[in-house]
């Protein structure tokens, strides 16, 4: 289901988050699917069961799945722009660490919506 590039420059646990809200939004997964167990998602792509989790962990943290201990990880019943919260984090967290700042941020968002 999960196609990773382990020579990406963008960390495994981003790729499986993207491709989840993509799935998601593709229809491919629904709400109630189950995802595949950390532990079995870790041996089926060679890679860290915590690489999985913490990508897990991202997603019940933005609302895209909610975890039933000892039952699973599910796709949580959402609307398009929790999908799309998500993905806008996704984005904005990588150039706040780089040290943009909020109204550089703001600025450029003004001026992205001005020229529609």
Do not use: W
């Amino acid at each position: 289901m999960f196609l990773l590039n382990l020579q990406s420059k963008i960390p495994i646990f981003e790729q499986i988050r993207d491709q989840v809200i993509r799935f998601i939004e593709a229809g491919v997964l629904k709400p109630g699917d189950r995802l595949p167990s950390v532990r079995q998602l870790a041996v089926d792509n060679g890679i860290n069961p915590n690489t999985v989790a913490k990508a897990y962990a991202e997603l019940e943290k933005a609302g895209v799945v909610y975890n039933l201990p000892k039952k699973g990880v599910y796709v949580a019943d959402l609307n398009v722009s929790a999908g799309h919260r998500a993905q806008i984090l996704a984005v904005l967290k990588p150039l706040k660490e780089t040290g943009i700042t909020r109204k550089e941020l703001l600025d450029a968002v003004d001026e992205l919506f001005e020229e529609e």
